[in-house]
C-alpha cells in the first residue's frame, strides 16, 4: 500500500472524490480545491471565495467526452477546462451540489441536497417530477434497466421518464439511510447502508448474509476490481471481499492512510490499482498486493518496563 499525505505533496489530507483522466493522471476532490495527479506529483487547484466557506467536492465525474465535472457545494457544478480554469453552474438557493452521472445517451443529471436537476443546452434545468421525490441525493447511479437509481436519507429510489419510486424494505429504518448502489455482472445489486450491506431481492432491500457474510458498518461506496474482488468503503476502513465467504479489513492500523472513507472516493484504474480516499489521506493499493501475502511478524520479548520507567531483564 502507497500512501499519500500533505508532508509527502497532497494538497490536503481529505480526498473526497477520485476520477481517472487517463492513464497515470487522476483528478481528486478535497475541501476548497482539486488536485492533479500525475507521475507522482500533485496540482492545487483552489476555488474562489472560499475564505469564510466550507467548500467541499462531493462527486467528479469524466463524461463521454473527456470532460471534467465536479459538485462543490454553494459554488455549483464546476466544469474543468483544459487551461484549469473553472466554469460554474449556479443552483438556486439553498441548493447544494452533492452528486453527478452521465446516462449512455450523454444526459448529465445533477443531484443537490434538495432536488434532482440536468443539464440542457449548457443550462441546469430542474426535474419536473421533484415533487414525487422525498430525498436529498447522496449519489446516482444507473439502473439495470434504463433511468436511474438514487440513494439518500430517504432510502433508495427509482427514476425514469415516467416513474418516481422508492423501493420498499424489510425494515423501515434501513429505508431511510442509503449510500451506494453496485451492480456485478451476475445481475446481483448490492446496496449499502447505514447500516451495512444489503441487495436487491424481489424489488425490495433485504440484508445481505450469503456465505456468513454480516457487515453491519456503514457501507459508503462498492466496487469490483479488476479480479473481481469486492472493494466496500467504510467509516471505519474498507472491506476487501472475494465474494464469497472470504473476507479482509483495512484501517489505519494495517496500512490505510485514514479510517472514514469518502463516497465517491474509491476507484479501480486503468491498471487495476485500488484507490481510496479517506479523510486523513489517499491510499493505492498496487498489483502486488494480488501476489503476496503480508506474513505475520514474529514478536519478541526484550524486557519489562515498570511505571518508574525502570527496565528488567526477562528472567
Known amino acids: 500500500i502507497t500512501n499519500y499525505y500533505e508532508y509527502n505533496g497532497l494538497p490536503e489530507n481529505e480526498v473526497t472524490a477520485i476520477v481517472e483522466l487517463e492513464n497515470d493522471k487522476f483528478i481528486l476532490g478535497h475541501n476548497n480545491q482539486l488536485s492533479i495527479f500525475e507521475n507522482g506529483n500533485f496540482q492545487s487547484i483552489q476555488f474562489p471565495e472560499i475564505k469564510n466557506n466550507l467548500t467541499r467536492v462531493l462527486d467528479i465525474i469524466k463524461d463521454r467526452d473527456g470532460n471534467i465535472w465536479f459538485t462543490a457545494n454553494n459554488l455549483g457544478i464546476g466544469k474543468l477546462n483544459k487551461d484549469l480554469s473553472i466554469k460554474w453552474y449556479n443552483f438556486p438557493d439553498n441548493n447544494y451540489g452533492t452528486a453527478l452521472f452521465q446516462e449512455k445517451n450523454g444526459k448529465i443529471w445533477v443531484g443537490t441536497n434538495r432536488k434532482l436537476f440536468y443539464l440542457e443546452n449548457n443550462k441546469l434545468v430542474e426535474f419536473k417530477y421533484n415533487n414525487l421525490l422525498n430525498n436529498n441525493i447522496r449519489k446516482i447511479f444507473a439502473a439495470p434497466d434504463s433511468g436511474i437509481y438514487i440513494t439518500g436519507m430517504n432510502g433508495l429510489w427509482y427514476i425514469n421518464n415516467k416513474q418516481v419510486k422508492q423501493l420498499g424494505s424489510e425494515d423501515s429504518l434501513i429505508n431511510r439511510n442509503v449510500f451506494s448502489y453496485y451492480k456485478n455482472r451476475a445481475g446481483e445489486e448490492f446496496v449499502g447502508t447505514m447500516n451495512g450491506l444489503f441487495h436487491i431481492d424481489n424489488g425490495k432491500i433485504v440484508k445481505y448474509n450469503k456465505y456468513g457474510i454480516d457487515i453491519k458498518t456503514p457501507i459508503f461506496f462498492i466496487f469490483q476490481d479488476k ?75 526484550l524486557d519489562f518496563e515498570d511505571s518508574k520507567g525502570k527496565k528488567y531483564p526477562l528472567n
Open 227 to 301: 479480479k473481481m474482488n469486492y472493494w466496500l468503503g467504510s467509516n471505519n476502513g474498507v472491506y476487501y471481499w472475494d465474494g464469497k465467504s472470504k473476507i479482509s479489513f483495512y484501517n489505519p492500523n494495517n496500512g490505510l492512510a485514514g479510517r472514514e472513507t469518502n463516497r465517491s472516493a474509491g476507484l479501480c484504474d486503468s491498471k487495476g490499482r485500488i484507490w481510496i480516499g479517506t479523510d486523513k489521506g489517499l491510499s493505492c493499493f498496487n498489483n502486488s498486493f494480488y501476489k503476496y501475502k503480508t506474513n505475520v511478524p514474529k514478536i519478541d520479548l
